[in-house]
């Protein structure tokens, strides 16, 4: 969702830049691979999109020394400036080996912590002790952790957590610091493009296109039967407008 709403964070060449016609073949060249690699063959633009997130991830440096710890976070967590700061190193050191634009990957990258954190206020707090009750939540965390975001419960989950009781039935698990990429990501291919294909159609009833003409076989809705109040004003109304049509009639005539 972060990379489909923001800008492509691959690179463009364009005609009107690059002059050389030589490096303008190597650079559409480079982007293509770049695309395609990230592909894999799959023929998803959102599955392109994602790999890229991941390979950037998994390169990105998990020690923050000499950062201050976030507001309301432990230590260890990167501060809003000197994450940015990280991100853009590491997307200027990615360049060199895909072709993408540093500031559209950071931009990226920011978005989804952004979408991460206000997506964990829909999920179940975490208890006293560290317990979980949402799975979900085990992985955004652990997404937070690995992007230098430490303490990605808002205070008042905090607050609310240590009176909440676990409830019966409840999944509880407890949340780890960090957590493998295979872990915090889903790897099943056929479960990843069906999930996109149902959020990107916006019905599930399925039907036909028809004419003006076209006549149903289905009975429709009874017709409502009219009161007896209204039947004699439909018919008082009828009366009135009789003479008025016969006087307009004889002054034709005339």
């Known amino acids: 969702a972060a990379a489909l709403g923001g800008q492509d964070p691959f690179s463009m060449p364009m005609a009107m830049v690059i002059k050389d016609h030589q490096k303008y073949m190597r650079a559409l060249l480079r982007s293509s691979e770049s695309r395609r690699h990230f592909d894999n063959g799959v023929h998803s633009e959102p599955i392109m999109l994602r790999n890229l997130f991941l390979e950037w991830l998994s390169g990105l440096p ?79 965390e652990g997404l937070l952790g690995r992007l230098g975001v430490k303490g990605g419960m808002a205070p008042r989950d905090r607050t609310a957590a240590a009176a909440a009781p676990v409830a019966a039935g409840a999944i509880v698990a407890s949340a780890p610091k960090t957590l493998p990429l295979g872990q915090m990501f889903c790897e099943d291919l056929l479960l990843l493009l069906a999930s996109i294909v149902a959020a990107f159609s916006p019905l599930y009833a399925h039907g036909m296109l028809r004419c003006v003409e076209h006549k149903t076989r289905l009975p429709g809705p009874p017709a409502p039967v009219p009161a007896k109040g209204q039947e004699e004003g439909r018919a008082e109304a009828s009366g009135s407008t009789g003479p008025s049509g016969g006087a307009s009639s004889m002054a034709a005539g005339q």
Do not use: E, W
């Open 62 to 140: 998990t020690d923050f020394k000499g950062s201050q710890p976030a507001s309301g976070g432990s230590g260890g967590a990167a501060s809003g400036s000197l994450q940015r700061q990280i991100f853009v190193q590491h997307s200027s050191a990615f360049q060199q080996k895909y072709a993408v634009m540093p500031k559209r990957l950071t931009q990226l990258a920011l978005t989804v912590v952004d979408i991460t954190q206000r997506t964990l206020d829909f999920l179940a707090p975490n208890g006293p002790d560290g317990i979980c009750r949402s799975p979900a939540r085990v992985r955004l």
